[in-house]
């Protein structure tokens, strides 16, 4: 029998075999329960409908295990999105520390009410005929083949729908699947006796679950306790940004924020550190990263001109931003010449692209000796772009080369072509689509020229116009819509607008013959010229290449989707 360090026993282990259906019901009505520091359903539909196969054929699934105590914990009012009676005080409660995905399945599947929601993960039916389960979109009556799941939570609602399957033997099939999800059991142990301290840390040490922990997950767990939730610390954080309206990093980055402040660094190693903190060194830590962040988002929306965190080319410069304002809060300003170098810099290169823990290490120990005042720039190993990157690189929504080409812009604060206002550049460097940002050689025309998607799409044939004035010029070859515009508005005035874009004469007079080529030569040079001046002196610290990023990179995410840092290999 094991003896904790706080004197307490912990009791052997119960287990016994329920059905099913038993266990979701107990959930329902909130006798089962989640604790705060477990995480969000996270199951994709693919292994929502692998575990009800399971379940239909009699294939094992695993266990369940629970920790049955009096202590009052934070849980959760939903499980699966749905809504669970509340906790009985004054009883036992029984909270679940492995097997939230597969229980949060079943109630889905089994208890799901429609309102006007097709999409839902849990609109799931079951094709008597093809013998398989699948998600439907539309929440109209099927064919009486077809068995909505969630009229197996009523044994007589499901009865009368199988009376009319159609065949005896889909009849048989229905009773069938019935019968399997009404008895199916499943392994349910239970702890008692246990500390709500050991808990979490039994949490993180059994989860084998086929979707991992995030490093979030896992350092929720290892921290939590009734007074700390790690993820409402991050939500604190990322609330900074949004009373600031700056949007939202991803979570593992503002983590890498507070084990800085707490004293350790960026990396995995470092944040896995932060469970030997105490509570009081956490919340210090945490508070210490959220003043910093609100100078770093201040240094961003006005030196650097980023509207929103999602116009980083990447998310960990925020990373190490915090923890430059949190060691040097008051830059004179000098150091703020240099923190701004030191963005441009990293920005323009694949720095951050597999930034790993070495890296992470020099860069902390880069910000302490330029915070000590011991450096006049923030040294890191960074190499320098060259102009090819602006002819090569694809314009993607998410990739970093396009992100750069949208600061560099914003920066040189561009008017439009034809009408000479300002480009709204917060609106274009929202990113919520890529309207703003045109093609200067349209696509069409290089496409009848036979220069592919590809080769048309590279960054140093954008620009930032107004959609009245991309409409204009449609498809239109740069000869024609350029010399028009020269005619009524004159040469010397569409010179001056095109150089506002980072179109220099030798690209403009390129594009008044269609020499796509030369054009991109020109505009790339420009465009170089203009981040070598912005990076400044950390060109005489920096390497003299780097690579080309790959031009295979994916669309956009969707606008709603939760930032994820894609960049950094630890």
Same mark, same amino acid.
């Given at each position: 029998?094991?003896?904790?360090?706080?004197?307490?026993?912990?009791?052997?282990?119960?287990?016994?075999?329920?059905?099913?259906?038993?266990?979701?019901?107990?959930?329902?009505?909130?006798?089962?329960?989640?604790?705060?520091?477990?995480?969000?359903?996270?199951?994709?539909?693919?292994?929502?409908?692998?575990?009800?196969?399971?379940?239909?054929?009699?294939?094992?699934?695993?266990?369940?295990?629970?920790?049955?105590?009096?202590?009052?914990?934070?849980?959760?009012?939903?499980?699966?999105?749905?809504?669970?009676?509340?906790?009985?005080?004054?009883?036992?409660?029984?909270?679940?520390?492995?097997?939230?995905?597969?229980?949060?399945?079943?109630?889905?599947?089994?208890?799901?009410?429609?309102?006007?929601?097709?999409?839902?993960?849990?609109?799931?039916?079951?094709?008597?005929?093809?013998?398989?389960?699948?998600?439907?979109?539309?929440?109209?009556?099927?064919?009486?083949?077809?068995?909505?799941?969630?009229? +197996?939570?009523?044994?007589? *609602?499901? !009865?009368?729908? %199988? #009376? /009319?399957?159609?065949?005896?033997? @889909?009849?048989?099939?229905?009773?069938?699947?019935?019968?399997?999800?009404?008895?199916?059991?499943?392994?349910?142990?239970?702890?008692?006796?246990?500390?709500?301290?050991?808990?979490?840390?039994?949490?993180?040490?059994?989860?084998?679950?086929?979707?991992?922990?995030?490093?979030?997950?896992?350092?929720?767990?290892?921290?939590?306790?009734?007074?700390?939730?790690?993820?409402?610390?991050?939500?604190?954080?990322?609330?900074?940004?949004?009373?600031?309206?700056?949007?939202?990093?991803?979570?593992?980055?503002?983590?890498?924020?507070?084990?800085?402040?707490?004293?350790?660094?960026?990396?995995?190693?470092?944040?896995?550190?932060?469970?030997?903190?105490?509570?009081?060194? +956490?919340?210090?830590?945490? *508070?210490? !990263?959220?003043? %910093? #962040? /609100?100078?770093?988002?201040?240094? @961003?929306?006005?030196?650097?001109?980023?509207?929103?965190?999602?116009?980083?080319?990447?998310?960990?410069?925020?990373?190490?931003?915090?923890?430059?304002?949190?060691?040097?809060?008051?830059?004179?300003?000098?150091?703020?010449?240099?923190?701004?170098?030191?963005?441009?810099?990293?920005?323009?290169?694949?720095?951050?692209?597999?930034?790993?823990?070495?890296?992470?290490?020099?860069?902390?120990?880069?910000?302490?000796?330029?915070?000590?005042?011991?450096?006049?720039?923030?040294?890191?190993?960074?190499?320098?772009?060259?102009?090819?990157?602006?002819?090569?690189?694809?314009?993607?929504?998410?990739?970093?080369?396009?992100?750069?080409?949208?600061?560099?812009?914003?920066?040189?604060?561009?008017?439009?072509?034809?009408?000479?206002?300002?480009?709204?550049?917060?609106?274009?460097?929202?990113?919520?689509?890529?309207?703003?940002?045109?093609?200067?050689?349209?696509?069409?025309?290089?496409?009848?020229?036979?220069?592919?998607?590809?080769?048309?799409?590279?960054?140093?044939?954008?620009?930032?116009?107004?959609?009245?004035?991309?409409?204009?010029?449609?498809?239109?070859?740069?000869?024609?819509?350029?010399?028009?515009?020269?005619?009524?508005?004159?040469?010397?005035?569409?010179?001056?607008?095109?150089?506002?874009?980072?179109?220099?004469?030798?690209?403009?007079?390129?594009?008044?013959?269609?020499?796509?080529?030369?054009?991109?030569?020109?505009?790339?040079?420009?465009?170089?010229?203009?981040?070598?001046?912005?990076?400044?002196?950390?060109?005489?610290?920096?390497?003299?290449?780097?690579?080309?990023?790959?031009?295979?990179?994916?669309?956009?995410?969707?606008?709603?989707?939760?930032?994820?840092?894609?960049?950094?290999?630890?």
């Amino acid at each position: 029998m094991a003896v904790h360090a706080q004197g307490r026993k912990a009791q052997d282990p119960d287990s016994n075999v329920p059905r099913l259906v038993t266990v979701v019901d107990r959930v329902l009505e909130g006798d089962v329960v989640l604790p705060k520091f477990q995480r969000n359903f996270v199951w994709t539909r693919q292994q929502i409908l692998d575990l009800l196969d399971s379940v239909s054929r009699n294939y094992p699934i695993g266990s369940i295990l629970l920790w049955q105590s009096t202590e009052q914990l934070a849980s959760e009012r939903t499980v699966g999105g749905l809504a669970v009676e509340e906790q009985r005080h004054g009883y036992p409660v029984n909270y679940i520390l492995d097997g939230q995905q597969r229980l949060a399945t079943v109630c889905g599947a089994l208890h799901w009410e429609p309102h006007d929601d097709p999409e839902s993960p849990w609109n799931i039916v079951y094709d008597l005929e093809q013998q398989e389960f699948r998600h439907e979109t539309t929440l109209d009556e099927p064919p009486a083949h077809v068995m909505p799941l969630r009229l +197996l939570s009523d044994g007589f *609602e499901f !009865a009368d729908r %199988a #009376a /009319k399957a159609g065949s005896p033997e @889909l009849q048989e099939r229905a009773k069938a699947l019935y019968n399997r999800f009404s008895n199916y059991q499943v392994a349910v142990i239970t702890l008692r006796g246990m500390p709500s301290s050991e808990v979490a840390k039994v949490f993180e040490r059994i989860n084998s679950t086929a979707t991992p922990l995030t490093v979030v997950d896992l350092m929720r767990a290892a921290t939590w306790s009734p007074e700390f939730d790690l993820k409402d610390e991050i939500d604190t954080l990322l609330g900074v940004l949004d009373r600031k309206r700056y949007g939202r990093v991803d979570t593992k980055t503002m983590l890498r924020t507070i084990s800085a402040a707490a004293g350790f660094g960026f990396s995995r190693d470092d944040m896995n550190r932060m469970r030997d903190l105490s509570r009081k060194e +956490l919340e210090r830590a945490v *508070e210490s !990263a959220g003043e %910093a #962040a /609100k100078l770093a988002v201040d240094f @961003l929306t006005t030196q650097i001109r980023t509207p929103r965190a999602n116009a980083l080319p990447y998310y960990n410069q925020f990373a190490v931003l915090v923890e430059v304002f949190r060691q040097l809060p008051k830059p004179t300003a000098a150091q703020f010449d240099a923190i701004e170098r030191w963005f441009w810099l990293t920005a323009s290169g694949e720095y951050f692209k597999g930034w790993n823990s070495r890296q992470m290490a020099d860069d902390r120990e880069a910000v302490a000796a330029f915070a000590r005042g011991e450096s006049s720039d923030i040294e890191v190993g960074a190499g320098l772009p060259r102009s090819v990157l602006w002819r090569r690189s694809q314009f993607r929504t998410t990739n970093a080369p396009s992100k750069l080409l949208g600061l560099l812009l914003a920066e040189a604060h561009p008017v439009d072509l034809r009408h000479g206002r300002r480009i709204d550049t917060d609106r274009a460097l929202s990113w919520q689509n890529d309207k703003e940002f045109h093609h200067f050689f349209p696509r069409a025309f290089l496409k009848r020229q036979g220069l592919g998607q590809n080769r048309a799409n590279v960054c140093a044939n954008l620009i930032m116009l107004s959609s009245v004035t991309n409409i204009y010029i449609s498809d239109q070859p740069p000869s024609v819509y350029l010399k028009d515009l020269c005619e009524t508005q004159g040469t010397e005035t569409i010179r001056a607008r095109l150089a506002t874009c980072l179109v220099n004469d030798v690209a403009f007079e390129a594009a008044l013959r269609d020499d796509y080529e030369t054009f991109l030569q020109a505009r790339s040079d420009t465009l170089h010229q203009r981040l070598m001046q912005l990076i400044g002196t950390s060109a005489a610290e920096a390497g003299d290449y780097v690579a080309v990023p790959d031009d295979t990179d994916g669309e956009g995410e969707d606008a709603n989707d939760e930032p994820v840092d894609r960049d950094s290999a630890d």
